[in-house]
């Protein structure tokens, strides 16, 4: 074990292998001594080359992959825990300091301490910047924002994306503008109840929102118990997890909302990036289109789809939409491509629309029942209009929107679930949107 801590650093500047590793070689090495129930003096070189043997591949983590190398096709099991990742400072090429996320996969979220928002303005290149992070990384908090005012929100959100805010909810009356859409767990305070599966916000448009902000105004105190959190999965990672015939049966596939019928690709490529991420609605999808027929149509007639009506599209039936859903959702659940952040009074969290999903963590929907302020929980959100939509689509060329209240045009046994909350693929769970 010395001996692996020693070379540790050495094998970091050579190979410029992320710290993650580290946690790899160590559970390799454990598990030769367990092998051999005794002091294995050889164990320490063969955790260094075993890998190399079951895995030519560079380390995924630094690229963006969520499992640490050499996990993914070696036999040896990896134990990835975040829980001991500090917070580092990033080299942004900012104006101001900026740091990761404490506790968080390597390659999620970051933070912003040492600024006043009301009082600063950004450039179009600090602008740029941010927004590019954030394509990278998800999301961003700027911490300690104690006098942020609705109209502050709004004009920080319209940083990013489309630069114009879209407003598309109710208003509570306790909301300081008509463009924040105030969320609590005490109805007479803000609106109860939302988002508590994966998605991304705007599905029922095109295109969806580019960025969406959410304020913490007033945080559940840690004493009562009442976390309050909203989970960030990196659909990337996700993405990077699937295996390479699920990246391409995934690829095919087009989801319909059921609440206007738009159509979003379950795989899009980040414009900002040129990543690959994964989509789904888990609360508002009404259907599953497989276009993968169309491949071939495509090589064969050309350009001319969009003359070939339904022929080659088969809607999902309930078992396969069961599985592509509980799938989905496992990826996001998935430790090493999501955080669960808590809120601090003051925060402003604004995320990347199209580089995570999110949900609302089930603590912050119970009810305050008499417990007071220690209890209660307060958020503003600010959604900006995206900037262009997905299309055009190779598989489905013009089309945008299918209407979903009317009959179903595709095959019998498939899945056509109009209304809002769309597709119930757990009876168990809360839906609200």
């Known amino acids: 074990l010395e001996s692996v801590l020693r070379v540790h650093g050495l094998l970091a500047r050579i190979t410029r292998w992320p710290r993650q590793h580290l946690a790899c070689l160590l559970f390799h090495h454990m598990k030769l001594q367990r092998i051999f129930h005794r002091p294995f003096k050889f164990a320490p070189l063969l955790t260094l080359i075993l890998p190399a043997f079951t895995n030519s591949q560079r380390c995924s983590v630094s690229e963006g992959a969520a499992s640490a190398w050499p996990c993914r096709r070696c036999r040896w099991a990896c134990v990835y825990d975040v829980s001991n990742i500090t917070s580092e400072r990033l080299d942004a090429g900012l104006p101001f300091e900026v740091y990761s996320i404490a506790n968080t996969p390597p390659t999620l979220g970051f933070r912003v301490p040492d600024i006043d928002l009301p009082k600063t303005r950004f450039d179009a290149e600090t602008r740029s910047k941010i927004e590019l992070l954030m394509a990278e990384r998800g999301f961003v908090v700027f911490e300690g924002q104690m006098d942020l005012s609705g109209d502050d929100q709004v004009r920080v959100s319209e940083y990013f994306g489309s630069r114009k805010i879209h407003s598309t909810h109710g208003v509570h009356p306790e909301a300081p503008n008509r463009h924040i859409f105030r969320l609590s767990n005490d109805e007479s305070r803000g609106i109860v109840g939302v988002g508590p599966q994966w998605h991304n916000d705007g599905s029922f448009l095109d295109p969806m929102f580019s960025h969406v902000g959410y304020y913490s105004v ?169 900037k262009k939509p997905f299309h055009p689509d190779e598989l489905l060329p013009g089309v945008r929107f299918i209407d979903m209240e009317g009959p179903n045009p595709f095959n019998a046994d498939g899945v056509w679930q109009p209304g809002g909350l769309g597709f119930r693929w757990d009876e168990s769970i809360p839906m609200q949107n």
């Open 218 to 386: 007033h945080a559940p105190s840690e004493a009562s118990g009442v976390g309050g959190e909203t989970w960030f999965a990196s659909t990337h990672l996700a993405y990077n997890n699937l295996t390479e015939e699920e990246k391409t049966y995934w690829s095919g596939l087009r989801s319909i909302n059921s609440n206007g019928g738009v159509v979003h690709p379950v795989v899009y490529t980040h414009e900002l990036t040129g990543r690959k991420h994964v989509y789904l609605h888990l609360g508002m999808t009404g259907a599953i289109l497989d276009c993968s027929k169309r491949r071939k149509q495509r090589e064969e007639k050309g350009d001319d789809l969009d003359k070939l009506g339904t022929d080659g599209l088969v809607l999902l039936n309930k078992a396969q939409m069961l599985q592509l859903f509980n799938r989905y959702n496992d990826l996001l659940n998935d430790p090493r491509v999501h955080h669960k952040y808590r809120y601090r009074t003051g925060d402003l969290v604004v995320i990347d629309n199209l580089s995570v999903a999110h949900k609302a963590d089930g603590s912050g929907h119970k009810p305050i029942d008499g417990h007071g302020e220690d209890h209660l929980r307060i958020v503003h959100r600010s959604t900006v209009g995206g």
